[in-house]
């Protein structure tokens, strides 16, 4: 009656399978057992410690950055409070419509297009996807008050009290202490940023960035209930209150600084100058033109047409600092180091005499070198060479050393500060050109010139021209150790740091990087020639210096740079004979050194005497108590 299919199962078999699966189940609900009871039993402290704490919020209190001050304790940079509207991604509404329904909403209230927001939310969380994103700086109360009362409209949106950084002396000083920005991602993975969390602030340029764990805080914490919904209840559980950071204290003088960047600021062109004290490489004043305004950096976004105009060379490039980033021939102002080489190498004497006919010859078929305005001084010594700025007897001086056979050049000119960097405390230092045999034979080997170093290159470099490239704080370290007997200073900007409470918890006085051992006999030679040249007559800036009241030393120098205009140099030493203080000042297409360069160093050492009469009482002489000199179009050359 039944098929095989048909037929019903045996007894003993439905026993088997009935038997599996109980035993299935039996596995199933032990699994299910022990998983319970591992949460409930041996993780239960843990998840309720999870549970509770997610009725707390930790919020983050910022901590100030200490101020930069400037050497006589008065405020350069200090820091204000701002209510800085902010979104919060992570409490944003995880729909996109709703999301985008809110957006237009704010919009509508802070005058900001929802293009202009997304695009914000775009660049603040591409990176830190948690970031809070700023949207507007300073808002007025008016539209705390209101989103306060609509809070339920906003979910995400909160106003928030930050520290901004705030500039008190105005732009002055800008390229030095430089400005201040979010961490950003990789800064993040790097060891010093270690601790610090998306949203802090730290230092990107300047001295804010050199000096930024001495500047940074410590930041606070703050443990707040909130109720099902993430809102406040307004207990606060617990609280760590900020630490900030410490102050800064720069070696800046203000007058001088003040008087450096309204010397160069004067000009049309570009230009850039250091003030340092030449025995320790405290740095007085150091600035460059065109400047920028700091305070743009304080503002949440920055638009690219803003930071393009700081960036654009058809602009000036304002963010560059010229003064350590300035890549220049540096004229007859290169003449001391040249002689400095030659002396110590043997070719020279001071007593030396080369006679200056108006020209010199490299050789057959070559035109022949000559002096500016064609010029011929005779006979002249060394001292007396540096007064007329000579080019011939320099032309001299540089083929004598090319037919020693050494490098003495070169080496000299190495020690004494040039082609590499000096090592000061500000970020983007470049180290220049020197050249030298072995850099222009191999690019010849290489294919990148038409000719190996021949001695027209030496004779280049014995005036400061040619391939060299150097920028004025390497021509006033390079200067400073010949007038200190050969001690090559390290330049710094930072002089101390000090507590909250102004004591002082660390003292910046980094030892020179060497010494040189400079014949006296030699820097006296050296620095006669330039005091001549500022201020005897037939001296080549004698018509600028030549009624200044305190006795001082200068070297002009004008240096081609096709195919713009010559570029206009100055380098100074106060007081004479003994000098304490550099001043270097270079302008773009400025013309002769006379011209531009040096009134502009008149103009910072006048102010540099005025706030310090003591200083030119002590050197034999008086304050100028002039007003600032007018730049122009004086008589002479080089």
């Known amino acids: 009656m039944f098929n095989e299919r048909e037929r019903p199962l045996l007894p003993a078999q439905f026993a088997l399978r009935v038997a599996v699966l109980s035993g299935l189940a039996l596995v199933m609900f032990s699994i299910i057992f022990f998983r319970l009871w591992y949460l409930q039993v041996l993780s239960g402290d843990k998840y309720l410690a999870q549970a509770q704490n997610n009725q707390v919020r930790d919020i983050t209190v910022r901590a100030p950055r200490g101020e930069i001050l400037d050497r006589d304790g008065k405020v350069l940079v200090d820091n204000r409070t701002s209510l800085a509207l902010q979104l919060l991604p992570t409490e944003l509404p995880n729909k996109r419509k709703k999301l985008q329904q809110e957006i237009e909403r704010l919009g509508q209230v802070i005058g900001m297009s929802p293009d202009k927001i997304n695009e914000q939310i775009r660049k603040q969380t591409k990176e830190l996807p948690a970031n809070p994103v700023t949207l507007k700086q300073d808002v007025n109360y008016d539209l705390v008050y209101y989103l306060r009362e609509n809070q339920e409209q906003y979910p995400g949106v909160a106003v928030q009290r930050v520290y901004v950084r705030n500039y008190p002396a105005g732009n002055l000083a800008a390229q030095i202490y430089g400005y201040v920005r979010e961490v950003t991602g990789p800064q993040l ?3 010093r940023y270690q601790g610090l969390e998306p949203g802090d602030q730290v230092g990107q340029s300047g001295v804010e960035n050199t000096y930024d764990n001495v500047l940074r805080g410590t930041n606070g914490m703050s443990k707040v209930q909130v109720d099902a919904a993430g809102n406040p209840t307004g207990r606060v559980i617990s609280e760590t209150q900020p630490q900030p950071g410490d102050n800064l204290v720069l070696s800046i003088d203000r007058p001088v600084q003040q008087a450096g960047e309204a010397a160069i600021g004067s000009f049309s062109t570009p230009g850039a100058f250091v003030v340092m004290n030449a025995h320790n490489g405290e740095v007085l004043g150091l600035g460059s033109s ?3 305004d700091p305070s743009i950096f304080a503002k949440p976004v920055i638009p690219t047409s803003v930071y393009t105009a700081l960036t654009d060379v058809d602009n000036g490039a304002p963010l560059s600092d010229r003064a350590i980033q300035g890549l220049y021939p540096t004229g007859s102002t290169f003449k001391p180091i040249t002689a400095i080489a030659a002396l110590e190498s043997g070719v020279l004497t001071p007593s030396t005499t080369i006679v200056d006919g108006g020209s010199f010859s490299l050789g057959p078929g070559t035109p022949p070198l000559q002096n500016a305005g064609g010029a011929a001084y005779g006979a002249l010594q060394l001292p007396q060479a540096l007064q007329v700025s000579s080019d011939v007897f320099f032309y001299n001086v540089g083929a004598m050393l090319f037919r020693d056979g050494g490098d003495a050049q070169q080496k000299w000119a190495y ?3 040039i082609g590499h960097p000096t090592g000061i405390d500000l970020p983007g230092e470049v180290a220049g050109l020197l050249p030298t045999p072995g850099w222009r034979n191999q690019l010849f080997k290489d294919g990148d010139t038409d000719r190996p170093w021949t001695m027209g290159d030496n004779v280049n470099l014995a005036v400061g021209q040619g391939d060299l490239q150097a920028d ?9 150790a010949i007038a200190n007997g050969g001690d090559v200073v390290r330049p710094h900007v930072g002089m101390e740091a000090q507590d909250p409470n102004g004591s002082v918890v660390q003292e910046i006085d980094p030892a020179p990087q060497r010494h040189l051992d400079i014949d006296p006999s030699y ?12 201020q005897e007559p037939s001296g080549t800036s004698y018509d600028v210096f030549a009624d200044f009241p305190v006795p001082m030393a200068g070297k002009t120098g004008t240096a081609e ?9 100055y380098v100074s030493l106060a007081p004479y004979p003994n000098p304490k203080i550099v001043v ?5 297409q400025g013309g002769f050194g006379v011209e531009s360069a040096a009134p502009a160093a008149k103009q910072i050492l006048e102010a540099y005497y005025n706030a310090h009469p003591e200083q030119a009482k002590a050197a034999g002489g008086k304050a100028p108590n002039l007003d ?7 008589g002479g050359y080089d």
């Open 561 to 569: 740079r096709p195919p713009t205009g010559d570029q206009s140099w």
């Open 523 to 534: 820097r006296s030679a050296i620095l006669e020639g330039l005091h001549a040249a500022a």
């Open 415 to 417: 020690d004494l500060g």
């Open 472 to 480: 004025p704080l390497q021509m006033a370290v390079a200067y400073a």
């Open 290 to 292: 065109p400047t920028f």
């Open 189 to 191: 993975k790097e060891a």
């Open 628 to 634: 600032p000199i007018e730049t122009g179009v004086i």
């Open 584 to 588: 270097a000042t270079t302008i773009e």
